[in-house]
């Protein structure tokens, strides 16, 4: 049998810490608040100028519902997706009682006891009347009233604008959409003309502003991410890097060996080229070339201080110049691959999920892309397909979203428009860039770079067919909540040890709310991987451990996307002592408050109909990335890991992870089918 005395040790220290804190407890879920399924996306968002408040009213912020969870409204129509901003509630400043418990119970299964009360002694320090918590407190609270959102902000400047390292692998998600079979290039040009025009077809919606207002518990949620995907350009600056807006813009641009093509996809009286229209387009972007042009485009995989003298070098001359501006202003990006047949990877899944997140290298389409671009679309001649996306104006589930609609469209199931062929439109236009001596090294070090970082990364793809969604619930169990117990396990399995564990969960209930961290890792958690791993106690002993695995995470997620999360509370404090020019306090430098910092689990839920998936690269050295989308009958897990790192491995966590998912639903049959005898 379990050592029940030792199982509730943890608790019993965390129960008699809280004592030490005084009257501080967990603050429960917002009345009427009912989530099964936490809001869950993938990284956030601009605010343009408040000269313009009706474009400032179209900004998205980041959050995205389980799709079990979101429920269309009845708003639908023209005129609707935003009809209901005005019952967006703001974000709330956590208190310190509501934070700081939190905090140390989520610190408590990363340290030892020696650390964990250093931690707690900072924690206390921090939180003593008259202290600096209660002065940074205040000034956060005051934010909170002067502004809509008192982190929307800080957030996009902290996490993408000030961003320095390459957007792609570490920032900009790749989605793959199933592989295709093309019996020539033919095949291929009329395939990407069908996903552009999928894609016109989906912007209809947006235009007309007819995407139903997604509702959560009765409540509706901020729509504005889904109006900055088309039109949206990233540009390089120092030390923070700029957006620019261009919903309304006629033109994409077609990328094919490398060569940058300004292709017209509205006639002159507005109306959408028709698909054989785009494709005819496309057949003569192919005739046009015959040659593979300069690599500009690897410029933009480049980290973003070097790309920002590079972009500087490059406006320079007046054709490039020109160029630039093109690229900037189209609605989107459609890159003509080659073919990959020749590029190694673990399987076909786990080869298209690298290339949309890097193009394979310079070997193969590093030079075909503009990572700057909010969607670029990718179809190889080898039929790898999908979408690479730079994420700061989205989230990863209006991409998925539309992702669905695109594949449906091409599959004659879903369409907004006609089809009808415009009347009258502009020629392809090829555009130029005239590279000098500086500008070709530049490319030579970007080529070197990218490919030390495609190097780097390890992906293999857990395409996992035993159960889906469907079977958890027939379980009696939240799926994320299953499912991210599952993940906590695998990292124990492998690594002897817990490991801080992010999940995206999106705060859209409130205006331009982005995202919270739900802190996956929890004391519950370790007790079950613990009592798997090393064999301990009966069927019915580990039944009961995975119930509290699974409800503590549960319980958290509700208080996340409630706005009552641990972590951007903390930052939110640490920003605005830098801002006011007050010493950080040493709980910011504390093991406790590094380790549970550092997420040596990154994770996401960003679900979709289709058999397409979003993938990323790990937060960390020594961490996995892991996004995942469970449908009814099977889920996609693209695992990540780092190639550097000896003690990762992708397809070991691959494989713990399906493992997992097995043994956990033997548990449950197990035990509730000893319930019934």
């Known amino acids: 049998m379990l050592n029940k005395s030792r199982m509730f040790v943890h608790r019993a220290r965390i129960k008699q810490s809280m004592k030490l804190l005084g009257d501080f407890q967990f603050t429960p879920t917002n009345p009427g608040y009912n989530v099964h399924e936490p809001y869950i996306n993938s990284r956030p968002i601009s605010l343009l100028s408040k000269e313009n408040n009706h474009q400032r009213q179209l900004l998205p912020s980041l959050a995205f519902p389980n799709t079990s969870l979101r429920h ?9 997706s935003l009809s209901l ?3 967006l509630g703001k974000l709330p400043v956590p208190s310190l009682k509501d934070t700081l418990p939190k905090f140390l119970r989520t610190v408590r299964p990363l340290v030892n006891n020696e650390e964990y009360e250093e931690t707690f002694d900072k924690v206390k320090d921090f939180a003593k009347e008259g202290g600096i918590g209660h002065k940074l407190q205040a000034l956060l609270e ?4 002067q502004t809509e959102n008192w982190f929307s902000d800080w957030w996009l400047d902290m996490a ?7 957007v792609i692998v570490w920032s900009s998600p790749g989605i793959v959409w199933p592989t295709q079979i093309f019996q020539d290039k033919g095949e291929m040009v009329k395939f990407a003309a069908k996903a552009i025009a999928g894609a016109l077809d989906y912007k209809i919606s947006v235009d007309d502003q007819t995407i139903p207002v997604e509702m959560q518990g009765g409540k509706p949620l901020d729509m504005q991410q889904y109006f900055k995907v088309f039109g949206t350009t990233r540009l390089p600056a120092t030390p923070l890097d700029k957006q620019s807006f261009n919903p309304d813009s006629k033109h994409i641009i077609v990328i094919y060996k490398n060569n940058f093509f300004k292709v017209e996809v509205y006639g002159e009286t507005g109306e959408q080229l028709s698909a054989e229209q785009i494709q005819t387009s496309l057949e003569e972007v192919v005739k046009m070339v015959s040659n593979m042009g300069p690599e500009v485009g690897v410029l933009t995989s480049n980290n973003r201080d070097d790309w920002t003298k590079d972009f500087a070098l490059l406006s320079n001359n007046k054709k490039n110049k020109a160029s630039l501006k093109e690229i900037e202003t189209a609605l989107f990006n459609i890159n003509l691959d080659p073919n990959y047949e020749d590029y190694a990877a673990n399987d076909e899944l786990s080869k298209s999920a690298l290339i949309s997140l890097h193009g394979g290298g310079s070997a193969h389409a590093g030079a075909n892309r503009w990572h700057d671009k909010t969607l670029q ?5 080898s039929g790898e397909c999908g979408m690479t996306y730079e994420h700061s104006p989205a989230e990863g589930p209006p991409l998925m979203i539309l992702t669905d609609h695109i594949l449906g469209y091409i599959g004659g199931t879903v369409r907004n428009g ?3 062929p415009a009347i009258k439109y502009n020629p392809v236009q090829q555009l130029e860039f005239v590279l000098n001596d500086a500008l070709q090294l530049a490319i030579s070090k970007a080529k070197e770079n990218l490919d030390s970082l495609v190097n780097e990364v390890d992906m293999h793809v857990l395409h996992f067919k035993h159960f889906g969604k469907n079977e958890i619930k027939s379980l009696g169990f939240s799926p994320d909540s299953f499912i991210q117990t599952a993940i906590q396990l695998a990292f124990y399995r492998l690594q002897k040890e817990p490991g801080a564990h992010y999940e995206s969960g999106g705060t859209r209930q409130f205006i331009h709310g982005r995202t919270e961290v739900i802190r996956s890792c929890s004391i519950e958690s370790v007790e079950f991987a613990k009592a798997v791993t090393q064999s301990e106690g009966t069927s019915s002993d580990k039944f009961v451990l995975m119930k509290r695995a699974i409800q503590a995470h549960n319980s958290y997620a509700k208080l996340a996307v409630a706005g009552l999360g641990v972590d951007r509370h903390l930052q939110g404090m640490k920003q605005i002592g830098v801002e006011n020019a007050i010493e950080p306090h040493d709980l910011f430098s504390d093991v406790g408050y590094v380790k549970s910092s550092q997420m040596r689990i990154s994770t996401s839920q960003v679900a979709g109909s289709s058999a397409s998936f979003l993938c990323f690269g790990p937060l960390v050295s020594d961490g996995y990335g892991c996004c995942y989308n469970p449908r009814s009958d099977d889920i996609f897990f693209p695992c ?5 790192c000896p003690a990762t491995s992708a397809t070991e966590f691959r494989d713990a992870l399906e493992q997992s998912l097995l043994d956990m639903r033997l548990l449950v049959l197990e035990n509730v089918q000893q319930s019934k005898l």
Do not use: H, M
Not at 72 to 80: D, F, H, R, V, Y
Not at 377 to 381: H, L, N
């Open 142 to 145: 005051e934010r909170g009233r």
């Open 377 to 381: 679309i990718f179809v190889a001649e």
């Open 640 to 644: 990540s890991a780092l190639t550097s």
């Open 72 to 80: 269309e409204s009845s708003k639908a129509g023209p005129g609707q």
């Open 418 to 420: 006609s089809n009808l």
């Open 160 to 166: 993408y604008l000030g961003y320095r390292d390459p």
């Open 85 to 87: 901003q005005n019952q």
